[in-house]
Each structure stands twice: as structure tokens, then as C-alpha cells.
């Protein structure tokens, strides 16, 4: 599961922050995540209290997930789409030329103490 190891990474990043700032508890631990990294918010989630098991750190810690939508403009007539829902093409010349405009992300956005 790719999510696992993204959640390691973010729940690093956090330590380390909360580190830096003497906390002891972090309260919310909010990711940013696009809809085109294939992420799905449901695994992070399911994994969070496994990944943070056993640390004090993170006893108190609520996950929040905020999904950026994947957007993206068409090349070739300039129409901004949802890629998802688009299924990759645009809905008003079915071009596939596209430049992504949102959704790709993937970090912390926010750590709470
Ligand atoms: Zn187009």
C-alpha cells in the first residue's frame, strides 16, 4: 500500500516539527491529498492508528484529509474540466492535451498542537 508509506513520511515530518516546537501531543494532523495521486483518503485513515500505534505523540491525534480536486485546462480550447470526472479528456472537444492545474499534491498541510 503506497498510502502506508506516505503516512510514515507525514507522521515523520510531524515528529519532527512537534520536536522543534517542544510539544507533546499533536491534536490534528491534516493532509492534503489530490485526486490524481491515487491516494485513497479511506486507507489513510485505516492505517493512521496502526502507523502511530504505541506513540505518545499521536495519542490524542485526530487525522483530517482534505482532497484537492484534479483540474486540469484543456490545451487545445482552453476549458477548465475535472480530470476525474472526465475520465482524462475534455468534455467539450475530447482532447487529451491538457495541462494539470490541481490534484497531484500530496502533504501536510496542517499540524496541530
Ligand atoms: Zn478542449
Not at 507525514?10 to 516539527?17: D, G, N, P, S, T
Request: charged share 30%.
Amino acid at each position: 500500500m503506497h498510502e502506508i508509506s506516505a503516512l510514515n513520511e507525514a507522521v515523520k515530518l510531524a515528529e519532527r516539527v512537534a520536536k522543534e516546537n517542544d510539544v507533546e501531543k499533536i491534536k490534528v494532523l491534516t493532509l492534503e491529498v489530490g485526486e490524481l495521486t491515487g491516494f485513497l483518503p479511506v486507507f489513510f485513515e485505516k492505517y493512521f492508528s496502526m502507523v502511530v500505534e504505541e506513540n505518545p505523540l499521536f495519542s490524542e491525534c485526530e487525522l483530517k484529509i482534505d482532497s484537492v480536486r484534479g483540474e486540469a485546462l484543456c490545451n487545445d480550447c482552453n476549458a477548465l474540466y475535472n480530470v476525474m470526472k472526465n475520465e482524462g479528456k475534455c468534455p467539450r472537444c475530447q482532447s487529451r492535451n491538457k495541462t494539470i492545474l490541481g490534484g497531484q499534491e500530496f502533504k501536510v498541510k496542517n499540524i496541530g498542537f
